[in-house]
């Protein structure tokens, strides 16, 4: 069983950084396409970037450069490094996974529950 639990979040002001942890337990493939996520309240979820057991990384254009995706494969942690941070980026954060290569799409078949992001002015 797929079990992903997120970590890290926090409350911060504007220009902060925080760095989001997701410990991926339970998977059955060693190929696989894992990512961060982020829904606002009132907003779609969006994604901010994804990462295949290959180390390929996609990101969202507008965060990129902020926010860093970064995989520890020995201790099956995914992190996300999110520096300068804005009251925009105010969200809970979601991990995610997929079985299969590459992260083609940005469909996900496995979630954790979330951590919470909240930035300051």
């Known amino acids: 069983q797929v079990q992903l639990v997120e970590s890290g979040g926090g409350s911060v002001q504007a220009g902060g950084s925080l760095r989001l942890s997701c410990v991926a337990s339970?998977?059955?493939?060693?190929?696989?396409?894992m990512g961060w996520f982020r829904q606002a309240p009132g907003k779609e979820r969006e994604g901010v970037a994804l990462?295949?057991?290959?180390?390929?990384?996609r990101s969202t254009a507008s965060m990129k450069g902020r926010f860093t995706i970064a995989q520890d494969n020995a201790k099956n942690i995914l992190y996300l490094q999110m520096n300068s941070l804005k009251p925009e980026d105010t969200a809970m954060y979601y991990c995610?996974?997929?079985?299969?290569?590459?992260?083609?799409?940005?469909?996900?078949?496995?979630w954790g529950k979330g951590t919470q992001v909240t930035i300051s002015s």
């Open positions: 995610a996974a997929k079985f299969g290569r590459y992260c083609l799409t940005w469909d996900m078949d496995y």
């Open positions: 339970g998977f059955t493939s060693s190929t696989y396409c």
């Open positions: 990462v295949d057991n290959y180390g390929n990384i």
